[in-house]
């Protein structure tokens, strides 16, 4: 009998064991996905309470970590962001997303090479199938820098991976341009807007480059679409200055 009395209360609190956690990990998605949805809306006080609750209910939840690091980055708080960084790391050291984000982080502080070191560790995940996102994110770092070697090395690394990628072929594009070389410049502007409709940002490119390359007529064409199509942008503003 007693034995039997033993036995059930081991089942008993096993089972309330396993209740509580499936509880923590309820309440703890149920914050994070508040949290995720004040931080769309720009609320990042409200996203960040709600994330570290999330936390308190499960501290394994990496998502909650990660976002967490970035809505302590719009708050302004980035030795805090750097905490909950390296802990989405240490609980998921096989996560591309969170080395990318961290790596960018690392970018906006100036801290380029520690940037790279963590955006080619995300790039080496074998699981990784985004490793074009993450080698363009290492490129405009790497222009930043600046380093436009190993800028266009990552860009052409990501365009190998996925040829149609829009933001790399326009950064090659830009980075052409700013290197003295139109006739590559050029070269990327058309095999982006071949495959992608053009922003005010692209548009205001394709004038730089057609106006350095002396084609007044095709640089007159990109200016009229960029004023027609975007007249609020702050482009088509400096070009309409440009005129007058």
């Known amino acids: 009998m007693l034995l039997c009395v033993a036995i059930l209360s081991g089942c008993v609190s096993e089972g309330s064991s396993a209740r509580r956690t499936t509880i923590s990990e309820d309440a703890a998605d149920q914050n994070y996905q508040l949290g995720a949805r004040y931080y769309r809306n720009g609320n990042y006080e409200l996203a960040r309470d709600r994330l570290e609750r999330a936390i308190e209910f499960d501290s394994r939840l990496v998502d909650a970590h990660n976002l967490l690091a970035l809505t302590l980055v719009q708050l302004g708080q980035d030795r805090l962001a750097t905490e909950s960084f390296n802990r989405a790391i240490r609980l998921a050291p096989n996560n591309p997303d969170v080395r990318n984000a961290y790596a960018i982080f690392l970018c906006q502080q100036e801290q380029y090479d520690e940037a790279v070191v963590q955006f080619e560790r995300a790039i080496g995940i074998l699981e990784n199938e985004e490793t074009y996102l993450m080698m363009t994110n290492a490129g405009v770092c790497a222009s930043k820098k600046p380093d436009p070697v190993m800028a266009e090395k990552y860009f052409r690394d990501a365009l190998r991976v996925r040829p149609t990628h829009p933001e790399a072929l326009i950064q090659m594009a830009a980075l052409q341009y700013n290197n003295g070389d139109n006739l590559r410049a050029r070269a990327f502007l ?55």
């Open 190 to 244: 058309e095999r982006h807007l071949s495959a992608n409709p053009p922003s005010a940002a692209v548009l205001y490119l394709a004038v730089q480059i057609e106006t350095k390359d002396g084609d007044r007529r095709a640089a007159t064409d990109y200016t009229n679409q960029l004023i027609r199509d975007f007249p609020e942008s702050a482009e088509a503003r400096i070009l309409l200055r440009q005129g007058e």
